[in-house]
């Protein structure tokens, strides 16, 4: 089935060059004609992931006023091919944009007109190929000075030191990897705009910045109301700066003015995207949650691995690791499949459910309907960090058809109907709180307290065992990994609160903790992060794949193995 979003209007498409595919999302108007077609270009890197809902907010509002409207991954980024560490990034990216308006083109929109977000404004500013209406939005109006931003980040540990970004000129930032060749690149670019002098311009400065300088002496300059709030804290709590869109809407819905002609994209769901790996775009279960499959030369034994959201962060995962790693994992053997829950990045949400939740109640429902989609009779893995990892397990805990868990950095220590109160608004609601905060004291007391005595406290009802999910997920026949930094808060409060008890399951067949030093929670640093994956890759082909012509399984009872 096509992928589709909104109410309908939104076809996920590979586009552009054939060896090396871009990836965006199509918002048609309802009725499937338009005025004209606005291509959205994002920022780079952290303030991406910030950005993604935001930009498909703003996809559907430019929809809705009769404008096709193109959101897209730049080469190297998103879901599209390549890596940010390719040469040529600068190129690439001005090259994406003139493919993303070549596409709207193609459709039929003979006017089109680009929104940038900070670098993406500078991209878009810069982009050779003519167009008829342009927004930059919080521009970044010197590359050097945005070179010099990204280097006071890493100083302040927003990353990883440059030995670890793999090259000593090298930037590692918030989980991307600034090249020597791309920061020289960066440096060059700049602000005013190589558009024609007629072209109208919109930009929506921070108040701090609100003088004009080095813009077009014609633009129309307005606040980016909200920018702060969306960029400059963790992704988990941005929040989409509805003034800014409705501003931008219907700046664009003034200028972009003409006849609405038919549109009618075209639509490729399959790419190969390098070294023999095809992606397919997917549309799972009745509700239509989005995902992206990868397959290599697949081993017929292979479990299908699933990777899931992490917090609010749409499916590419965090630092664009699910697209990496998961391509790996592809031609290794193991066909993948990462993949929106209801509510998060690309996927619809269900009706009455609120956007963007962590631990929504509805993702045991949405991991149900994921693996009755792709199973192949091989079962699944679940894969997930932090609320991700949780998900997974709960899931295992739950449903047939899972074969295995690897779980990052997961809060154990709290129950579901808990952590399923945290929100972008409330990120550390007070119930959260008081069950985090123990003192010396207490944490002593609840080391020595005997695993019967959580035991029989549980089952009476009076307090759940901390490690009673755990411990439901083997008993189910699952194989389970658990990877934690060695200073992660999740593994500490779990030890505090059930260290006897963990130590006892982990020694068990069939169920691993393993601890990485210098792993950070969200998987930024490059080196901590590569150990994992290297950890989780050799555990899953040891547990999970063809060995020596003999099938290497460890099925649970409610998934029988292949025969």
């Not at 909104?6 to 005025?35: I, N, Q, S």
């Not at 709030?229 to 972009?256: F, K, N, R, Y």
């Not at 034994?301 to 590419?316: E, G, I, Q, R, Y």
């Not at 990496?324 to 993949?339: Q, T």
Request: hydrophobic content about 45%; charged content about 20%.
């Amino acid at each position: 089935m096509e992928p589709s979003g909104g109410a309908g209007t939104a076809r996920a498409t590979w586009f552009g060059p054939e060896d090396r595919p871009l990836f965006g999302w199509l918002h048609v108007p309802p009725g499937g004609r338009a005025r004209a077609g606005v291509v959205l270009c994002p920022p780079i890197g952290y303030e991406y992931v910030c950005a993604h809902r935001t930009f498909r907010v703003l996809a559907e509002r430019l929809a809705a006023v009769g404008l096709v409207t193109l959101r897209f991954d730049y080469d190297g980024t998103g879901d599209a091919a390549g890596d940010d560490t390719d040469p040529g990034r600068r190129t690439a990216w001005l090259r994406s944009i003139d493919d993303a308006v070549a596409l709207l083109r193609q459709a039929g929109a003979a006017r089109v007109g680009l929104v940038g977000m900070r670098l993406g404004a500078t991209l878009a500013a810069n982009a050779s190929i003519d167009v008829d209406a342009l927004v930059l939005w919080d521009p970044v109006l010197s590359g050097r000075n945005f070179v010099r931003q990204l280097r006071a980040l890493q100083l302040l540990g927003v990353g990883a030191d440059a030995e670890e970004a793999g090259d000593r000129e090298s930037l590692a930032v918030a989980g991307t990897i600034f090249s020597p060749s791309t920061l020289a690149e960066l440096s060059a670019l700049q602000v005013p705009v190589r558009h024609r002098p007629d072209v109208p311009v919109l930009v929506l400065r921070r108040p701090e910045g609100l003088d004009g300088a080095a813009l077009p002496p014609a633009a129309t300059v307005v606040e980016a109301v909200g920018q702060g709030a969306l960029l400059d804290g963790p992704s988990s709590t941005a929040l989409v700066p509805a003034a800014a869109v409705e501003t931008i809407a219907t700046w664009l819905a003034e200028q972009l003015v003409g006849e609405a002609v038919a549109i009618d994209p075209p639509v490729r769901l399959e790419a190969e995207v390098g070294a023999g790996v095809t992606e397919r775009l997917m549309h799972l279960g009745e509700l239509g949650l989005f995902g992206v499959s990868s397959e290599g030369q697949l081993d017929p034994s292979a479990p299908t691995v699933v990777l899931l959201n992490n917090a609010t962060d749409h499916h590419v995962g965090p630092s664009r690791l699910w697209t990496h790693w998961g391509r790996e994992l592809a031609r290794s053997g193991f066909p993948v499949l990462r993949v929106d829950l209801s509510g998060i990045g690309d996927s619809p949400a269900r009706p009455g459910q609120a956007l963007d939740r962590s631990y929504a109640a509805e993702a045991i429902d949405d991991v149900r309907a994921i693996i009755r989609h792709i199973d192949r009779g091989t079962g699944v893995v679940l894969v997930g960090l932090c609320s991700g990892g949780r998900h997974a397990l709960d899931a295992a805990a739950l449903l047939d058809g899972v074969r295995g868990v690897c779980s990052i950095n997961a809060s154990v220590h709290l129950p579901a109907e808990v952590l399923q109160l945290i929100s972008i608004e409330d990120p550390v609601p007070s119930p959260v709180a008081a069950r985090n905060r123990y003192r010396p004291v207490q944490s002593r007391l609840l080391r020595m307290v005997p695993g019967i005595v959580w035991s029989v406290l549980d089952r009476v009802g009076v307090v759940r065992s901390r490690t009673r999910l755990l411990e439901d997920v083997r008993a189910s026949g699952v194989d389970l990994l658990l990877v934690y930094g060695e200073d992660d808060f999740g593994l500490r409060k779990l030890r505090e609160t059930a260290a006897a008890a963990l130590g006892r399951l982990v020694g068990q067949p069939g169920c691993r903790l393993v601890t990485v030093p210098d792993l950070d929670h969200a998987l930024m640093a490059p080196t901590a992060r590569r150990e994992t994956m290297r950890i989780i890759t050799d555990h899953l082909i040891d547990r999970f794949l063809v060995a020596g012509g003999d099938h290497v399984l460890v099925p649970g009872r409610r998934c029988a193995s292949p025969s």
